[in-house]
């Protein structure tokens, strides 16, 4: 599948509404449902592991380059599928108290660092979502509410520095 076919699939948009795509291509989620096995860090519950091999396999042929995830066992573990099929390692890129407050603009300066063509898949929490989203484009970016699992964002990351959102669910 070809990022053109892979996009037209995410956005829902016809061929014409979304031409081929040259700048960086970021898709953004939220970890899938979560266990309530641990309360500090819980993994996937059931769904969120279906979830998650339904991110996978929305994402199979985009030719991942990056997966990164926070520490947490529920982001790596919503990752891991995806990354797995592409043959790439989910990293882990820590956040915390120290770092809480710019944590969306070093990420979104580490990803615009990136060679043109790349694509990266990036998965937060409800409450960090919406800020990576709004750091990447420049466009503010709805709330995301604790209940919500099935919301992506791609962010197209064009090569003049502009940046387009497509928002849609999976």
Known sequence: MSLLTLLLSLSLASPAALPAHEGIVVVVVRHAEKD??????????????????????????????RAIATQFRRTRQTAEPAAAAAGIDVEVREIN?????????????????????????????????????????????????????????LVLLDTDGGARVITSRY
Do not use: F, W
């Not at 641990?38 to 996978?56: F, I, M």
């Not at 960090?128 to 509410?145: C, D, K, N, R, W």
């Open 36 to 65: 309530d096995d641990d309360k500090l860090d819980p993994s996937l519950a059931g769904d969120g592991e279906v979830r998650a091999q339904a991110l996978a396999t929305t994402l199979a042929g985009a030719g991942l380059d």
């Open 97 to 153: 108290a120290g770092n809480a407050a710019s944590y969306a603009t070093d990420l979104a300066a580490d990803l615009r660092a990136m060679p043109p063509g790349s694509t990266v898949l990036v998965v937060g929490h409800s409450n960090t979502v919406p800020g990576i989203v709004q750091a990447l484009s420049g466009q503010a970016a709805e709330a995301m509410p604790e209940t919500e699992y099935d919301r992506y964002t």
